[in-house]
Nanobody, 113 residues
Framework: QVQLVESGGALVQPGGSLSLSCVAT????????LGWFRQAPGKQRESVAT???????NYVDSVKGRFTISRDNGKNTIFLQMNSLKPEDTAVYYC???????WGQGTQVTVSS
């Protein structure tokens, strides 16, 4: 069983920054690709960023140049640095070990003035 706990979500003004973290327990995730997803009200959950076990990253077009995904295998932790936030980034953000079907509870990010 894999457990994922996201944190770092908050209310932030447009143009601001946030750093999200996700700690995984129950499995050593160093061998797996990881990802951050988000779900806005009334919309389907979408992939935001992924990072391979070799730290190759991919981003959805809407966040390229603004978000950075990273990983610390020693701490079983995934990070998402979000800069230049926009109102359309408002969503619940989730992390995932892509190989497994488990989700955390998510962390709310709200971008509003």
């Amino acid at each position: 069983q894999v457990q994922l706990v996201e944190s770092g979500g908050a209310l932030v003004q447009p143009g601001g920054s946030l750093s999200l973290s996700c700690v995984a327990t129950g499995r050593d995730f160093s061998a797996y690709a990881l990802g951050w997803f988000r779900q806005a009200p009334g919309k389907q959950r979408e992939s935001v960023a992924t990072i391979s076990r070799d730290s190759i990253t991919n981003y959805v077009d809407s966040v390229k140049g603004r978000f950075t995904i990273s990983r610390d295998n020693g701490k079983n932790t995934i990070f998402l640095q979000m800069n230049s936030l926009k109102p359309e980034d408002t969503a619940v953000y989730y992390c995932k070990i892509l190989r497994f079907p488990f989700w955390g509870q998510g962390t709310q990010v709200t971008v509003s003035s």
